[in-house]
């Protein structure tokens, strides 16, 4: 191993040479104190050998790379060598002359570097110690003599022995020299006095050294410099250059040394300053109990004490508050821990234990109250008003003791726990408030959307820095009642990740089974939620896991009508709107006709809220026009509606029998989380041979609902009047619009179907007729979902005609009744039904020269869809 440097200073040296040589520390000491006796005598080490003549040094020398070290002219440095070459290089210049090379190898980490990978520049010393360690390592003392550069290599093995060249130093004796020694010995002496290990004698002797090119090397030698940076002070051939490139090193050095002890006094500072406050605080309290008085730590514990009696806690809360006080009553105020009881025990304090709101039980004030909040929604109604109808029971015969259960498992269950799942802007959180305000209750809502943290449902465990409750207990803590309306909004918007899974966190809280004794992390102890009257809402239920969906009493909020879209901006939006606007109720006024335009033409949603800013849009522009003077009222009409908001953004009925005024265009009606829609299916066919594809985002369902209605049209093909080899040279391409919309779902296999036959036949679809539903191979017709919302999504695009499934009639009865009268509906049950039902009769031609002719109406059908519907 090469030869490696042990110390940072004489004073590390002697603390390792310590118990190991004490003649070897010695010989250091004396080899560097006596060179400066040298140095006023006027000789060098090399001379005072020689009898006073300079030791010659010869022109070959026996080269030991070092590692991470430097070695300089008149510096005395002790090593260690622990390779089997560089032992054995070092044995025989002992035996010889002592003289050997040392040159700084340009990787510290390589242990055996060639001659390539040595710096050209080294310093020749003479050994003037040697100790052979028990560990079979080899310790050395060398005392550097002058600079050399390094020639040709002659010998690798057994060591590197090449020829060297003297590289005397350029000392210039000007006064510029002699100031730039000064400073650096001035530097150093700053240096020294910030490091209180720096024996005084060492640094009093190096600040009495008067020749600059030995004040630079004595320096650089104790100093802690980086391998590069050393290696260049010894390169450089003039005295002013190593001057001014130690200065350097030693500025920065200073300016890391003051940082590092202005930080030490302010931590030091610090661990004073809390001593002082522990002291002073326990000359405190021994004052106050000579003068009779309390210190504040016995203030605030009776402070807890009184406030865990007024609690009112269970008997299990109640222990642990108790316990963990008389913690806190043995735990100084500095302690960390102290801080963290303290938290806790306020938190479990200010929970609503026993607090409540009494339940306003008179159902003709809450019918009354719902009403007023919301039109329309009476199977919400209904329901609230059930739920107060059998509280009020429970408590008028809560005496009766014939009606009680003798069932020790399945206990009275008090809470209820709803789920409103409905497109945005029906009222679901609105819903919410109004329920409380009918019952007397306090209202407090937490958005669940995005949370995908267990610890927000569950809270964090104590032993967390910052640990807290999660957002059930902090939002009960903060309404302060043990029995609000608690509205936990967007339910199906969760996600989880590595955290854990909130949803899961929920099954206890929503769990009227279990969340009597609701046990948050950080609470510890059993909390009762099953006096809260919890209502979640959702836009969807596919993304709400199936056993928090078992857990909820779900109830649909469908779309509305336009009867009742005019209705809520009567009553609720316009008002509103006239308020937030700063208007006055006789400044504005809407006529009927223009309302309907704008929930016709400017909004087409299953909710309000589009509508609620158009209104709002208009009164702005009125609010204006009225600042600016230009009139005092205004009358909004069908004109004034289409100059405030510019032109429509729907169309009527007229544009859907447009685009379906083409064999192979069919509507059909499709459900979404925000309500029901139209979807338009169109087919145009090609030559090829027996291609078929679906475009517009669809999903695997729909498109294997396309391949079904395929084959059934394809094995009917004779009764639709379809020759048998058509199939056998076209190709059938189908698109779904909107397609950066994903879609899917079985419902669509009637209008798959129908489009096909149209397509095949030359037969278009009657207008203003919409039709949903799932086929077989066989062309029976299945049932549906989501009829409401289809049918009113038919309603509002001005369809006056549905075709549904026979087994969906029972569900028109969820269908307001003023819809059912202004519509049509067929029920079917093959798909023959639907074809007869939905294309115009078949005209006496024959088929060939019909789809010969559909060809050149399906490609304009192409045309018409990129120019009526982007996007």
């Not at 809560?398 to 799942?421: H, N, P, Q, T």
């Amino acid at each position: 191993m090469p030869a490696q440097k042990w110390h940072a200073g004489l004073h590390n040296f002697l603390q390792m040479m310590d118990g190991v040589d004490e003649d070897f520390g010695n010989l250091y000491m004396s080899t560097f104190f006596s060179q400066f006796q040298k140095k006023e005598n006027g000789s060098t080490d090399s001379e005072a050998e020689g009898g006073g003549e300079k030791m010659p040094i010869p022109d070959t020398l026996p080269i030991l790379p070092l590692r991470g070290v430097v070695v300089y002219p008149n510096t005395a440095v002790p090593l260690t060598v622990g390779q089997s070459r560089s032992i054995k290089l070092v044995d025989d210049v002992v035996a010889g002359d002592k003289l050997v090379g040392l040159v700084a190898s340009l990787d510290p980490e390589k242990e055996m570097p060639g001659p390539s990978e040595l710096y050209q520049v080294g310093t020749v010393a003479t050994v003037h110690r040697l100790l052979r360690a028990p560990d079979g390592t080899v310790r050395l003392l060398v005392q550097g003599i002058e600079r050399f550069r390094l020639g040709e290599f002659i010998e690798e093995e057994p060591y590197l022995r090449a020829k060297i060249l003297p590289a005397p130093e350029l000392e210039e004796e000007n006064i510029e020299t002699a100031a730039l020694a000064r400073n650096a010995r001035d530097q150093f002496q700053t240096i020294t006095q910030m490091i209180p290990s720096f024996p005084e004698e060492l640094a009093s002797s190096i600040l009495s050294l008067e020749d600059p090119l030995q004040t630079v090397y004595t320096i650089a030698n104790f100093q802690r410099i980086d391998l590069k940076d050393a290696q260049e002070i010894l390169e450089i051939d003039s005295v002013y250059g190593k001057l001014k490139k130690l200065i350097g090193l030693l500025v920065r050095e200073a300016e890391v040394l003051q940082i590092g002890q202005k930080i030490q006094n302010e931590a030091r500072g610090e661990i004073e300053k809390v001593q002082r406050d522990y002291y002073l605080r326990e000359q405190m309290k021994a004052i106050q109990r000579e003068l009779g008085e309390r210190d504040e730590q016995a203030v605030e514990i009776e402070e807890f004490r009184k406030k865990i009696e007024d609690a009112k806690m269970p008997e299990e809360a109640d222990k642990q508050a108790k316990r963990e006080l008389d913690r806190l009553s043995r735990l100084p105020t500095a302690a960390a821990e102290y801080g963290v009881i303290r938290t806790y025990l306020d938190t479990l304090t200010s929970l609503p234990w026993s607090n409540g709101t009494k339940d306003n039980l008179d159902i003709k004030h809450a019918r009354e109250v719902l009403n007023k909040d919301h039109y329309g929604l009476e199977d919400v109604k209904d329901r609230i008003l059930e739920f107060l109808a059998i509280r009020k029971l429970r408590l008028d015969r809560k005496d009766d003791k014939k009606e009680a259960s003798d069932d020790a498992i399945r206990r009275e269950r008090e809470g209820v726990i709803l789920c409103f799942v409905g497109p945005p802007g029906v009222g679901k959180t609105s819903l919410g408030q109004s329920i409380a305000r009918a019952m007397g209750r306090k209202f407090i809502r937490a958005s669940l959307g995005g949370v995908r943290d267990e610890a927000e449902i569950r809270g964090h465990r104590r032993t967390y820095i910052g640990a807290m409750p999660g957002r059930i207990l902090q939002s009960l803590r903060r309404v302060d009642s043990k029995n609000p309306v608690f509205m936990l909004d967007e339910v199906d918007k969760l996600t989880n990740d590595f955290h854990g899974d909130p949803s899961s966190a929920l099954l206890e809280v929503l769990d009227p089974e279990q969340n009597s004794e609701f046990r948050d992390n950080y609470l510890e102890v059993a909390y009762d939620l099953s006096q809260v009257f919890f209502i979640a809402t959702a836009n969807t239920l596919e993304y709400i896991p199936g056993p928090l969906r078992d857990r909820m009493e779900m109830i649909y909020l469908s779309g509305y009508t336009e009867t009742e879209k005019a209705a809520i901006a009567e009553k609720y939006l316009i008002p509103r709107q006239i308020r937030e606007n700063s208007l006055r109720k006789n400044e504005i006024t809407f006529k009927e006709e223009s309302l309907k335009m704008i929930i016709r033409q400017y909004t087409r949603e299953a909710g309000v809220r589009n509508l609620e800013r158009k209104i709002g849009a208009v009164c702005r522009k009125v609010g204006t026009r009225i600042a600016e003077g230009k009139k005092k009222r205004y009358t909004i009409t069908p004109k004034v509606v289409e100059e405030f908001l510019d032109h429509p953004i729907f169309f009527g009925p007229e544009e859907l029998n447009k685009r379906t005024a083409i064999p192979g265009v069919v509507p059909g009606l499709a459900w979404t989380s925000f309500g029901g829609d139209i979807l338009l299916v169109e087919a145009t066919a090609m030559p090829g041979g027996r291609g078929f594809q679906i475009t517009g985002s669809i999903g695997n369902v729909m498109q294997e609902s396309a391949r079904a209605a395929l084959s059934y049209v394809r094995s009917r093909a004779e009764s639709f009047g379809i020759p048998s080899e058509y199939f056998e040279k076209h190709d059938i391409h189908m698109h779904v619009p909107a397609g950066a919309q994903p879609k899917d779902g079985p419902s669509a296999g009637v209008t798959i179907a129908t489009s096909l036959v149209s397509l095949l036949t030359g037969r278009k679809v009657h207008p203003q007729i919409g039709m949903t539903g799932e086929i077989t191979l066989r062309g029976q017709v299945l049932p549906i979902g989501g009829v409401k919302e289809k049918v009113l999504a038919a309603h509002r695009s001005g369809l006056t005609t549905v075709i549904l499934p026979k087994r969906n009639e029972i569900d028109l009865d969820d269908v307001p009744a003023e819809i059912r009268k202004t519509m049509k509906f067929i029920y079917v049950e093959k798909v023959e039904d639907v074809i007869n039902a939905a294309l115009e009769k078949p005209k006496k031609k024959t088929v060939k020269k019909a789809a010969k002719s559909q060809k050149g109406k399906v490609s304009l059908n192409g045309k018409k869809k990129n120019s009526t519907r982007g996007g």
